[in-house]
């Protein structure tokens, strides 16, 4: 995940209380893959070619939401294609229902 290219993100919506190492543990459990730099400011799972998935918890004292961004260095479409599969796998195999902060 390079820091120097520019970013498109697309951000789903998690009405859940969860811990971010917890969210981030189900993403990769239903992507099948590894959290990568787990235990970094900025850890994250890869979400496909050139995407990955990052996760934002609300501050302290604020009630859910979490926010899941999704960033692609491709294109902001790409972004957001990447979110809508995420969120669809997300609700089938965990049963959680992630809304996209974005119009479809």
Do not use: C, N
Request: aromatic fraction near 6%; glycine fraction near 4%; charge should be negative.
């Amino acid at each position: 995940m390079p820091d120097a290219e520019p970013l498109f993100a697309a951000t789903l919506v998690l009405r859940r209380a969860v811990t971010k190492p917890d969210a981030l543990a189900m993403i990769a459990l239903v992507l099948d893959r590894a959290v990568e730099r787990a235990g970094s400011v900025r850890p994250h799972v890869p979400v496909g070619d050139g995407a990955w998935a990052e996760v934002e918890i609300p501050k302290f004292g604020e009630p859910p939401p979490l926010a899941i961004d999704v960033y692609s260095r491709l294109s902001e479409e790409h972004a957001r294609l990447e979110a809508l599969r995420l969120a669809a796998v997300l609700e089938v195999q965990a049963g959680w229902v992630a809304v996209p902060d974005f119009p479809l």
